[in-house]
């Protein structure tokens, strides 16, 4: 069986967000569109507390610097996908009436989560790899945002669980933060990832 793995189409994610990947929200109507090939269709939610360790207003730092956490290195980033605001709601347009399920992730104050099955200390799971192999699901596609983050750190970390992946890249956008989208496609490939 295979699923839709939606990755953070969020209004945050979007144009006039407060993270906003450019062209955010052009890969809504296709990504619906794609739905109905699926066996299961999953959206991912970033949903921080405020006041998140993650966020640069946390620090008093620039957003987009860099600090050292005690699970690694952490871009800190401008607050966004705050718990119950209009920012962390999904795309209006994003037809989430088809998700089986909704993972949310993010929301332990002291730790980052960009991918969908683990949090940044690549230890504490979300839940849902359990819940892809109780479905009888072994084959993913990933679409969403961003390419270089949250869609790289979900695909990767499939792969090294053993799910066959694919990212449809044509339905991703980029941060491209310092060459992070070259790094992350290098990345993903390497990982067993196909790109499509």
Not at 65 to 87: A, K, N, R
Not at 96 to 113: C, E
Not at 119 to 137: A, F, M, Q, S, V
Request: glycine share 8%; aromatic share 8%; proline share 5%.
């Amino acid at each position: 069986m295979n699923a839709l793995i939606v990755i953070d189409v969020q209004n945050d994610f979007c144009p006039g967000g407060a993270l906003a990947v450019p062209g955010g929200d052009t890969i809504v109507p296709a990504i619906n569109a794609l739905m109905n090939r699926f066996d299961a269709v999953v959206l991912t939610q970033d949903w921080h507390p405020a006041g998140h360790s993650s966020f640069a207003s946390s620090h008093d730092a620039d957003p987009m610097s860099m600090i050292d956490m005690p699970y690694g290195p952490q871009v800190l980033w401008p607050d966004h996908c705050v718990q119950g605001t209009q920012g962390a709601q999904f795309h209006t347009d994003l037809d989430t009436h088809r998700a089986d399920l909704i993972v949310r992730k993010g929301y332990n104050p002291a730790i980052d989560s960009y991918s969908a099955f683990f949090e940044n200390d690549k230890t504490t799971p979300t839940g849902l790899e359990g819940y892809l192999h109780t479905r009888g699901i072994d084959d993913l596609t990933l679409v969403g945002l961003a390419t270089d983050f949250c869609v790289n750190f979900s695909a990767v970390d499939a792969a090294n669980l053993g799910f066959k992946v694919t990212v449809q890249t044509d339905l991703c956008r980029a941060i491209d933060f310092d060459g992070s989208l070259d790094a992350a496609l290098a990345g993903m490939k390497s990982a067993g990832v196909e790109l499509v």
